[in-house]
């Protein structure tokens, strides 16, 4: 039976977007999402037509939408957008590699999960690259302006973990421009120690 609906995706054209995009934002580092298998339009493939067209990085919320990248051999850095833990390390010695190798960038969403990563990479002499996502109002992820500070201080204490960026998700930025300006003071406090 054929289905009775589907998507083709045009990957010239994704890679012309990319292209558009690294000239409207010259100088900036460009990371691609590629959250559930790419939204379902096939990960691997989106990933390596990214990579050539100049993608940085690319982002995946698990260790499981890593995985598929990792075997595949992109040779981007991977971002995990959603907070991993030990378990997620011990049960894949593929992730685990890539992880301590640095090419799994993780995402801090708390004290005690930053505090569990630096105890893994002590124990491997691993240095594991972190980005500390502030919850600023989306309240879906990320750790309040207080615990990103403590999560910022901890980073910088530490020779097992190196800070590599930051990011929040402002709720509504889209539909409710005025709350945006509210949102971004939080996010800055939550940095403050990294300055």
């Not at 339009?41 to 995946?60: H, I, K, P, Q, Y």
Request: aromatic content about 4%; overall charge negative.
């Amino acid at each position: 039976m054929r289905p009775s609906s589907w998507i083709e995706i045009d990957l010239s054209a994704v890679e012309a977007n990319v292209l558009t995009l690294r000239r409207a934002c010259a100088g900036a580092r460009l990371c691609a999402v590629l959250k559930a298998d790419g939204y379902a339009m096939g990960s691997v493939e989106l990933a390596r037509t990214l990579e050539r067209a100049g993608a940085d990085m690319m982002a995946v919320y698990t260790t499981a939408d890593a995985r598929p990248l990792l075997a595949a051999g992109v040779a981007a850095p991977i971002l995990v957008l959603g907070p991993m833990w030990l378990e997620d390390l011990a049960g894949d010695p593929i992730v685990a590699d890539a992880a301590r190798r640095g090419r799994l960038h993780l995402t801090a969403h708390s004290v005690e999960q930053t505090a569990s990563l630096e105890t893994w990479a002590r124990d491997r002499d691993a240095t594991l690259p972190v980005h500390v996502e502030v919850d600023t109002g989306m309240s879906r992820g990320g750790a309040s302006p207080d615990d990103a500070e403590a999560i910022v201080r901890l980073v910088a204490a530490s020779d097992r973990l190196r800070l590599a960026g930051a990011m929040s998700h402002f709720a509504s930025a889209d539909r409710d421009a005025d709350a945006t300006p509210d949102r971004a003071p939080r996010f800055t406090r939550g940095l403050s120690p990294a300055r």
